[in-house]
């Protein structure tokens, strides 16, 4: 039998706990796995007072990086801790101690990758991130290594949990945004502070990670538009079922060889593709390849021991060394795709719902189809109820799916849409999926 | 940079002609993806002169197995001849004089993987088999894997694209299953022998690798009880979607420690889950792990392109070396799980749909559902539609879903219905997935 692979566990919340009961509750189905025995020798936590889920060894908790840092043991450095700037430091630290480094933390390899990807490189360790896109769903194995053979085209995930908690609530329940989200957070599937969740940064920084892996690009979350899901409105949610769809927050991404186009926005997806049937808080990737064609990955995107099962795959392929070669093999901390840009979102291709306030008045379907025309733009179909009887001249709804457009044309023709006398509240518009 | 990895490929059919054109026509992208070039070095085919869908460079096409078999210049053996005779010889042979091997032929591996698993192990060589299950859905590496800290519990399928293509046209547009069949045939999506794959051998072949793996327990194809769709009839399609549900041909097994359930079956699955959506020719896989809980993946499971991808990704595993460290890890020629024994499927527990072809006259219903009582089994729903005013005294046909039972019991109440007099044909039944 070989060596033990000495753990250190930064953070023990949720995700540290449901590994920390894997390696120690589970250490002989580990072993079987690893090929050598696993051991978790330190969790390095703030307060060591705190209650936690999992019951730890005497003498593994500890507040003293450097102490672990300086152990001869410790082989694997796990950083759960979340956050960029004392995670940033000590994942460096790891890796310059000569540590390989598992982490959850889409935020910090989103910011900071290429950093670190490059610190790791320079010291022959390895950087393994299974779980910092979509928990337990294995997308980072799929496209490093079973997708090798491809090029890949396109990448489309639900990769927020408690957006398409809520917006699955949305949908089938017929409730509004406020009053789900504080069910969401009664039930933990959203936090006290949700922003991050619901304003599609988090989306963002895991669609920067798939990007980076699926075309060898490094995108700043910055440079990633993004659209949340605080303003959807019911009466969306209404008409997208109405024509056969359903709302979901998308990050999606698309190369052409040259450039890369990608977003995170709520986007209408056809019922009965799978990825419109993805509910409640589950993730899924779509992967376009050359060779593979559509493959899709399902699964529970976050959580505590879907997660956790992430973290330990990869304890477990550096503890057999494959998560070295694969890493070697990802060169992540190349920037040979350095031809590849950013296509403005200007330039991106889409089809478009858009939904108008308008005044009950001949004549209104009418200027809308023609300044949408004035941009190349045709309609592909039109929902407009009748208003009620009783009361002739009120603002009626007005729903129109477009054909494919660019996204900087259909924006043109909305700002002109907006500025007619018929149109008594701004257009609202979301993309919808091919 | 490295040496060339040197490729063999035995057989050029469909998916041989994927493998070459990504070989030759993608050589740069090999090369990236797998840190050194991938030389297509031979390609052993029984008929040089039949036409083929890729075009060879000279010298490449050769019938001369042992002459291949003697160039140090070959690393690796590709085996995509099929059948299981031939195709053993070589792929030992190929072992044998220390070559790895990548095969895509799920007959071989279900019939004879115990005794090539062990002869790569005995030689220090690795057998990687990505495209036996599943063609483009990289299912193997999720489970070797990204599954690796999971106890999985149970694996459930849709793997036989040719199945699911008849199956999906009879649902979607109500065709009968000869005349669907004969579409298939005429689109290319099932052979002009169709046996294996509509009696469900291939699915319970590539379910015997999928259960090696995830339960790592040797099942002989002929311990797989199967049931194919060529005895669907299209009422029994009807009455599943009337009830909310669609037929699928699932293979599925399932594992509580001690022993393994397995079958291939058309099973009712029920509408808006995402097996129940795979549509066409496509392939899915559902697997339940411990801390992962069920993941899903799916995409085109056959085809030439789908399952050169899958072949091609196998070859840069073993250009990187991750291909050697997966199947030491896998320990497929191992018996260690020797203790787990298939479960007798009378002892399965299982919901069932059963039509019955009764007398149109008062007791019926009831004489049923006592039949079943005496198993211990309830109805948990009954569709029986009116018989025709002007045809009293006729047949009628009675639906009913059951309530969890044991196969066995279920089939000895089945047994007693089907003496009724009441009765006018033997019942048809199906299980009914969770």
């Not at 990758?113 to 320079?122: M, P, R, V, Y």
């Not at 949305?170 to 969740?197: F, N, V």
């Not at 509910?279 to 990737?285: G, P, Q, T, Y």
């Not at 477009?402 to 259909?410: E, L, Q, S």
Request: with cysteine.
């Amino acid at each position: 039998m070989a060596e033990p692979l000495g753990i250190a566990l930064l953070g023990c919340g949720t995700v540290g706990s449901g590994v920390a009961h894997l390696l120690l509750n589970h250490a002989e189905r580990m072993t079987r796995r690893a090929g050598r025995p696993v051991w978790l020798k330190h969790v390095v936590v703030r307060d060591p007072a705190k209650q936690r889920d999992c019951e730890l060894p005497p003498g593994v908790l500890t507040t003293d990086l450097d102490k672990v840092l300086g152990d001869p043991d410790v082989d694997v450095v796990v950083e759960l801790a979340g956050g960029t700037t004392w995670a940033r430091q000590a994942a460096l630290a790891a890796l310059a101690t000569g540590r390989d480094l598992v982490t959850a933390n889409k935020a910090l390899l989103a910011r900071h990758g290429t950093e670190i990807f490059a610190a790791a490189h320079q010291r022959g360790r390895a950087v393994a991130f299974e779980a910092a896109v979509a928990g337990g769903i294995p997308i980072i194995g799929a496209i490093s290594q079973g997708l090798a053979g491809n090029q890949i085209s396109s990448v489309q995930g639900i990769l927020n949990g408690t957006c398409n908690f809520i917006l699955t609530a949305m949908t089938e329940r017929g409730s509004d945004y406020a009053g789900t989200l504080a069910e969401a957070q009664r039930l933990g599937y959203a936090e006290a502070d949700p922003t991050l969740d619901v304003d599609g940064s988090d989306a963002a920084h895991k669609l920067a990670v798939l990007v980076r892996l699926a075309f060898g690009m490094a995108v700043s979350p910055d440079d990633i538009d993004r659209r949340g899901i605080a303003e959807i409105a019911a009466i969306d949610i209404r008409y997208a079922v109405e024509l056969g769809y359903v709302i979901k927050l998308l990050a999606e991404a698309w190369s052409d060889g040259e450039s890369v186009a990608l977003h995170v926005s709520p986007t209408l997806v056809r019922k009965g593709t799978p990825l419109a049937e993805t509910r409640d808080a589950f993730n899924a990737v779509k992967v376009t390849g050359d060779a593979a064609g559509e493959t899709l990955f399902s699964g529970a995107g976050a959580g505590m021991m879907p997660t956790a099962s992430a973290v330990v795959a990869d304890i477990i392929d550096l503890a057999t060394g494959r998560a070295q070669l694969m890493f070697a093999a990802q060169r992540l901390w190349q920037t040979d795709a350095g031809q590849l840009t950013v296509r403005r979102s200007d330039e991106v291709l889409s089809r478009f719902y858009l939904r108008l306030t308008v005044a009950d008045r001949p004549g209104v379907l009418a200027e809308v189809a023609t300044l949408l025309a004035m941009e190349g733009i045709s309609i592909a179909s039109v929902i407009q109820h009748e208003a009620p009887e009783d009361a002739p001249g009120q603002s009626v709804v007005l729903v129109a799916m477009t054909h494919t457009a660019k996204t900087g044309r259909f924006r043109a023709a909305l700002a002109r849409i907006n500025q007619s006398d018929n149109v008594r509240e701004p257009g609202v518009y979301y993309p919808v999926a091919d």
